[in-house]
C-alpha cells in the first residue's frame, strides 16, 4: 500500500489544487452521506449519542474542509517576503510543497476528529497519506477501511487497520512525515522508529490539564462548564480538565456546584442516559478505577464492570501523592487540590510536565494574564473548557511532554508542508558580485 501511495504521489497528481479539492469535497460528502454509519459506529465503540456526535466529531471536520477548500489557493501560494539591499531585484519567496507520503495514526477517543483532521491538512498539502486508525475504537476502523476508498483516491490514501504489530511494522517503512495521535509513552516509539528514517514528527499527546479556580468568579457558571469539559465522553478527551485547583475555602461549593451540573447533563442516573459514555475497554476501566483508591470521593465512584461504566466522580483534599495524580486520568473523574493562593497554583503547575490545556477560571483578566504568562502548555483557555480545540485561527498542539507540532486550519496545511525557501536572481548586475570573488585584496574588499 505504501509503494502504492507513493508511486501515485510522484505522477504528481496531487500537484494541481483542483485535485485536492476534488478530494476534499469528496470526504466532506463521505462524512455527510455516511453519517449514520458514522454514528453507529461511534455508538457502538463509546456509548456516543446520535446528537452529541455532530458535536464533538463530524461538524469540527466539515467546517475544517470548508475552511481549507476556500482558503487553499491563498495557503498554496507563493508567499513574498522581506527583501534586503543585496536582494532588492530578485524574487525572494516561500513556495509550500508536498513532504511525499504521510503516515496518520489516530487514537480511539475522538476516532473521526484525530484520524481525519490530520488527514485533510495531508490532502491540503498535496501529500499521499497512509491511514492507520486506532484498532481501539473497532467498529469505526473498520467504516473507515470499508467506506473511505469508496470516497477518496484509494491509491493515494489507503486504509491501513490493525494493532500494536501492525503500527510497528508500519513506523518500520519509510515515510516523509509521522503524524501520531495517542498517548506520551507511545509517541517515544513512534519519535525513536522515525528518527531511523529521519522522517519529521507531529506528536499529539495527551498529559494532565490543570483547570484552577479563582475564588471570585462564579462558580455556578464556572462548574457547568468544567463538569462538561471533564464528563463529556466520559472524560476520555485530551484536552479535558485533568485536576482542580481552588482554595480549601470553595471547595465545597465546587463539589456542590459539580454534582448540580452533572445531575442537570446526566439525570439521577447517568448509566441510563444516552448522554454519558462509557469507558472504551475492560483494560482503561480497571486503570481508571484503580485511580480513586486512595483518595476520598466527594460524589459518584459508583462503577460496573460489565458495562465499562464509571459514574462522574469528584474527590476531594486529594493528595498530590495519590495514584489519581501520577498520570492523565482519560477518565470520568476529577480530583480537588487545594491550594492556598494563585502563587501556589503556578508553582504546583510549573513543578510538573508541560501539559496540552490550561484552564483558568476568573473574571479578573490580570489574573488570567499573569497566569499566561507564568506557565506553558499547549493552550490555555480562560473561562470555558475544550472549545479551543473548534478555533481553526489557532494552532492545536502540545509542548514538551504533551507532544510537538501543531495543527487546525494553516497550521495543518503548514505542519505537514515543506516550506521551501526560494531565491530567484538574474544572471545580470554580475559587477556588484566582484568583490565576493578571490582574490580577496585589501583594496578591493575596502577592509
Ligand atoms: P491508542 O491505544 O489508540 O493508540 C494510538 C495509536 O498508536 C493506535 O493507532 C495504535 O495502534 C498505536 N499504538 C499503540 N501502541 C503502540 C506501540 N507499542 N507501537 C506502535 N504503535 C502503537 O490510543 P491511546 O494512546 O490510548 O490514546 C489516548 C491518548 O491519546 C491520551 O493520552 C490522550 O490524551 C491522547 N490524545 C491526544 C490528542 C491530541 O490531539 N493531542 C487527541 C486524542 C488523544
Known amino acids: 500500500m505504501l509503494e502504492r501511495a507513493r508511486r501515485a504521489f510522484l505522477t504528481g497528481r496531487t500537484k494541481p489544487l483542483e485535485y485536492r479539492i476534488r478530494q476534499l469535497k469528496s470526504l466532506q460528502r463521505f462524512l455527510v452521506e455516511r453519517k449514520t454509519e458514522i454514528a453507529t459506529a461511534l455508538n457502538k465503540d463509546l456509548h456516543k449519542s446520535e446528537h452529541g456526535i455532530p458535536l464533538f466529531e463530524t461538524l469540527s471536520l466539515e467546517g475544517e474542509i470548508s475552511l ?3 482558503k487553499l489557493a491563498e495557503w498554496a501560494a507563493p508567499r513574498p517576503v522581506e527583501k534586503n539591499l543585496l536582494t532588492i531585484s530578485d524574487q525572494v519567496y516561500i513556495q509550500p510543497e508536498p513532504l511525499g507520503v504521510v503516515l496518520v495514526i489516530g487514537a480511539w477517543n475522538y476516532p473521526w476528529a484525530v484520524t481525519i483532521q ?22 469505526t476502523a473498520k467504516i473507515m477501511e470499508d467506506l473511505l476508498p469508496l470516497y477518496l483516491d484509494k491509491e493515494m490514501y489507503p486504509v491501513v487497520t490493525g494493532g500494536v504489530l501492525e503500527t510497528q511494522e508500519l513506523l518500520k517503512q519509510r515515510f516523509d512525515h509521522i503524524f501520531y495521535t495517542g498517548n506520551s509513552t507511545v509517541g517515544k516509539l513512534v519519535m525513536e522508529a522515525a528518527s531511523h528514517h529521519l522522517t519529521p514528527v507531529t506528536l499529539e499527546l495527551g498529559g494532565k490539564s490543570p483547570c484552577y479556580i479563582d475564588s471570585s468568579c462564579d462558580l455556578t457558571i464556572a462548574c457547568r462548564r468544567i463538569a462538561w469539559g471533564k464528563f463529556s465522553n466520559c472524560g476520555q478527551t485530551c484536552i479535558a480538565p485533568d485536576y482542580v485547583l481552588c482554595n480549601p475555602a470553595i471547595q465545597d461549593r465546587v463539589v456542590e456546584e459539580i454534582r448540580k451540573a452533572v445531575k442537570e447533563f446526566y439525570t439521577d442516573d447517568p448509566k441510563s442516559c444516552t448522554d454519558y459514555g462509557r469507558i472504551i475497554n475492560q483494560r482503561h476501566f480497571k486503570r481508571v478505577k ?36 501520577q498520570e492523565e486520568i482519560f477518565g470520568p473523574i ?41 506557565t506553558s502548555s499547549g493552550g490555555v483557555l480562560a473561562n470555558d473548557c475544550l472549545v479551543q480545540y473548534s478555533v481553526s485561527s489557532l494552532p492545536f498542539g502540545g509542548v514538551g511532554n504533551s507532544g510537538m507540532g501543531a495543527y487546525h486550519g494553516k497550521y495543518g496545511f503548514d505542519q505537514l508542508s ?6 530567484v536572481k538574474s544572471l545580470s548586475m554580475e559587477v556588484a558580485n566582484k568583490i565576493r570573488y578571490p582574490p580577496h585584496t585589501a583594496k578591493k574588499v575596502g577592509w
Not at 483518595?295 to 464492570?305: I, K, P, Q, T
Not at 515543506?418 to 531565491?423: D, K, Q, V
Open 118 to 139: 490530520p488527514l485533510i491538512g495531508a490532502i491540503a498539502a498535496g501529500n499521499a497519506a497512509v491511514v492507520k486508525p486506532s484498532e481501539v475504537s473497532m467498529h
Open 290 to 325: 484503580a485511580m480513586m483508591e486512595d483518595s476520598l470521593v466527594a460524589f459518584g465512584g459508583e462503577n460496573d464492570e460489565s458495562q465499562n461504566y464509571i459514574a462522574p466522580t469528584v474527590l476531594k483534599d486529594v493528595k498530590p501523592e495519590a495514584k489519581v495524580m
Open 334 to 374: 476529577l480530583p480537588i487540590i487545594t491550594v492556598s493562593s494563585v502563587d501556589e497554583a503556578i508553582i504546583f503547575i510549573n513543578e510538573r510536565e508541560k501539559p496540552l490545556a490550561l484552564y483558568i477560571f476568573s473574571p479578573d483578566t490580570k489574573l488570567i494574564k499573569r497566569m499566561i504568562a507564568e
Open 68 to 70: 481549507t477548500v476556500n
Open 418 to 423: 515543506h516550506l521551501r525557501s526560494c531565491l
